[in-house]
């Protein structure tokens, strides 16, 4: 392989795979409709991306001949009428799914696997820096950008662990064997791919027989999965107050939280929360269960790694920490809006909180409205912008209203996304809490430096 060509190169998922290709050696280019601070950073480490839907102005002269060296990694969020994803698609090149080429890296390896509606990201970047703290170190592709590693992958020579975010959609996960499969979550969601409940929750009991022999699952308990692992693997449980892994003696100040973490034959006392919101117990709980089953956990180095844990973009990352509190949150689904607001109410219980919500796809607003507005109205005020549709067209009569109408708490406001900096400016608020996976987001940062450029942190990406 010499050459690797991207379709959705903007992708989060995807981008871990460019670096990895760029990282041995290999030409990368790509495709996606819309620049963003991710892409930026991409081009700048020596990825070419082009976002014109034109096959003369995408596809680079040495990509446009089908040849045994040339692979082409496409997303299944790419329009299937999309110029370039046509010119590939007709034109005889080896075309290889997103989650497909994630596979053949990673199966070789012993992989930690972390799957689940939730908490993906979050327990999979915790697992990759605490074994990267460690001399075993690991390999790592990860939904989210780790804060400080101003990246989502890691690459060790020698290490035998490829710690993986594990999607559920488009059944991606499938085309992974995990040595060790971690299940966070089971809550119903991309309902437009499964139809049903039970569809979703046969993806996961599929998802456990795949894992290697002599491995190991570690799934949260409580959940309605019932997994069909293969002879010889080991199940696990989790939970904040009970389970093989667990919490006890937890401490909570204003912006800071600790508690000591059980496991199996022992524990380490005093585990300190690099950063300190009440979901991520639970985060570190799965992200130290895993790390635990792999045999190379060092407690004091665990205990180190934890507290120095930077964060992942768009994961409880705060923007300002002053008179206001800014911090944003990839939450789209209503029970991670529910726990976000849950740990912010936590961590600044006596602080008027409000939150600003862009609801993401068509459907899942569709499909969730009832819940989402319940989870809104633990909130003292709620802003609401208009739907980032991603890869939907719409669908008549479904927008951030039919959110909005069922909100029960009186101070709301429904507005534009481009409305949202003027907006928040002008409003008195103590705590801001953003959320949703579309760009709200990339709103936040100019937002904290007009009402207050000294206090603002910023970011490589901002």
Same mark, same amino acid.
């Not at 309605?224 to 667990?246: A, C, M, Q, S």
């Given at each position: 392989?010499?050459?690797?060509?991207?379709?959705?190169?903007?992708?989060?998922?995807?981008?871990?795979?460019?670096?990895?290709?760029?990282?041995?050696?290999?030409?990368?280019?790509?495709?996606?409709?819309?620049?963003?601070?991710?892409?930026?950073?991409?081009?700048?480490?020596?990825?070419?991306?082009?976002?014109?839907?034109?096959?003369?102005?995408?596809?680079?002269?040495?990509?446009?001949?089908?040849?045994?060296?040339?692979?082409?990694?496409?997303?299944? @969020?790419?329009?299937?009428?999309? /110029?370039?994803? =046509?010119?590939?698609?007709?034109?005889?090149?080896? +075309? $290889?799914? %997103?989650?497909?080429?994630?596979?053949?890296?990673?199966?070789?390896?012993?992989?930690?696997?972390?799957?689940?509606?939730?908490?993906?990201?979050?327990?999979?970047?915790?697992?990759?820096?605490?074994?990267?703290?460690?001399?075993?170190?690991?390999?790592?592709?990860?939904?989210?950008?780790?804060?400080?590693?101003?990246?989502?992958?890691?690459?060790?020579?020698?290490?035998?662990?490829?710690?993986?975010?594990?999607?559920?959609?488009?059944?991606?996960?499938?085309?992974?064997?995990?040595?060790?499969?971690?299940?966070?979550?089971?809550?119903?969601?991309?309902?437009?791919?499964?139809?049903?409940?039970? @569809?979703?929750?046969?993806?996961? /009991?599929?998802? =456990?027989?795949?894992?290697?022999?002599?491995?190991? +699952? $570690?799934? %949260?308990?409580?959940?309605?999965?019932?997994?069909?692992?293969?002879?010889?693997?080991?199940?696990?449980?989790?939970?904040?107050?009970?389970?093989?892994?667990?919490?006890?003696?937890?401490?909570?100040?204003?912006?800071?939280?600790?508690?000591?973490?059980?496991?199996?034959?022992?524990?380490?006392?005093?585990?300190?929360?690099?950063?300190?919101?009440?979901?991520?117990?639970?985060?570190?709980?799965?992200?130290?269960?895993?790390?635990?089953?792999?045999?190379?956990?060092?407690?004091?180095?665990?205990?180190?790694?934890?507290?120095?844990?930077?964060?992942?973009?768009?994961?409880?990352?705060?923007?300002?920490?002053?008179?206001?509190?800014?911090?944003?949150?990839?939450?789209?689904?209503?029970?991670?809006?529910?726990?976000?607001?849950?740990?912010?109410?936590?961590?600044?219980?006596?602080?008027?909180?409000?939150?600003?919500?862009?609801?993401?796809?068509?459907?899942?607003?569709?499909?969730?409205?009832?819940?989402?507005?319940?989870?809104?109205?633990?909130?003292?005020?709620?802003?609401?912008?208009?739907?980032?549709?991603?890869?939907?067209?719409?669908?008549?009569?479904?927008?951030?209203?039919?959110?909005?109408?069922?909100?029960?708490?009186?101070?709301?406001?429904?507005?534009?996304?481009?409305?949202?900096?003027?907006?928040?400016?002008?409003?008195?608020?103590?705590?801001?809490?953003?959320?949703?996976?579309?760009?709200?987001?990339?709103?936040?940062?100019?937002?904290?430096?007009?009402?207050?450029?000294?206090?603002?942190?910023?970011?490589?990406?901002?």
């Amino acid at each position: 392989m010499k050459r690797v060509y991207f379709i959705g190169a903007g992708g989060i998922g995807m981008a871990a795979l460019e670096r990895y290709f760029l990282s041995r050696g290999l030409t990368v280019a790509g495709y996606d409709r819309t620049p963003s601070p991710l892409t930026r950073q991409l081009i700048t480490e020596g990825i070419n991306i082009a976002f014109d839907d034109n096959v003369a102005l995408a596809v680079p002269a040495e990509f446009r001949t089908p040849s045994p060296d040339t692979m082409v990694v496409y997303t299944p @969020a790419v329009p299937h009428d999309s /110029a370039v994803m =046509t010119f590939f698609r007709e034109g005889g090149f080896n +075309l $290889l799914k %997103r989650a497909a080429a994630l596979g053949h890296i990673a199966n070789p390896t012993k992989a930690l696997c972390f799957a689940g509606t939730h908490g993906k990201t979050t327990t999979s970047s915790m697992a990759a820096h605490i074994l990267h703290c460690h001399p075993v170190d690991c390999n790592a592709f990860l939904g989210g950008i780790l804060l400080q590693y101003n990246s989502n992958l890691i690459l060790s020579p020698t290490s035998p662990y490829t710690v993986v975010e594990a999607d559920e959609y488009d059944r991606s996960f499938h085309q992974l064997r995990p040595y060790i499969a971690v299940i966070n979550a089971t809550d119903p969601d991309h309902l437009d791919i499964y139809g049903t409940e039970e @569809a979703y929750l046969e993806s996961f /009991a599929h998802f =456990t027989e795949l894992i290697q022999p002599n491995g190991f +699952l $570690l799934m %949260r308990t409580g959940l309605k999965l019932k997994p069909r692992v293969p002879d010889g693997v080991k199940i696990f449980t989790f939970n904040r107050d009970h389970g093989d892994f667990h919490a006890e003696n937890i401490r909570r100040t204003e912006g800071h939280i600790a508690f000591d973490f059980v496991y199996p034959g022992g524990r380490i006392d005093n585990i300190d929360l690099g950063v300190p919101v009440d979901v991520n117990i639970l985060n570190a709980i799965s992200a130290l269960g895993a790390c635990f089953l792999t045999g190379d956990l060092n407690p004091e180095i665990a205990r180190k790694a934890v507290a120095s844990y930077p964060g992942v973009e768009r994961r409880f990352q705060f923007h300002l920490k002053a008179d206001k509190i800014v911090i944003d949150d990839y939450a789209h689904h209503p029970d991670e809006v529910l726990n976000s607001i849950a740990s912010v109410r936590a961590l600044y219980p006596n602080r008027h909180l409000t939150v600003a919500f862009q609801p993401h796809l068509y459907t899942r607003t569709r499909d969730f409205a009832p819940e989402f507005a319940k989870a809104l109205s633990l909130a003292d005020a709620v802003v609401l912008a208009d739907i980032y549709p991603a890869r939907e067209e719409p669908i008549p009569g479904v927008t951030s209203k039919i959110i909005f109408d069922r909100v029960s708490v009186a101070d709301k406001l429904l507005i534009l996304k481009k409305d949202f900096v003027n907006t928040m400016k002008n409003r008195n608020f103590e705590v801001l809490l953003t959320l949703g996976a579309g760009d709200l987001s990339f709103e936040v940062p100019r937002l904290c430096r007009e009402i207050d450029p000294i206090h603002c942190i910023s970011y490589p990406n901002d």
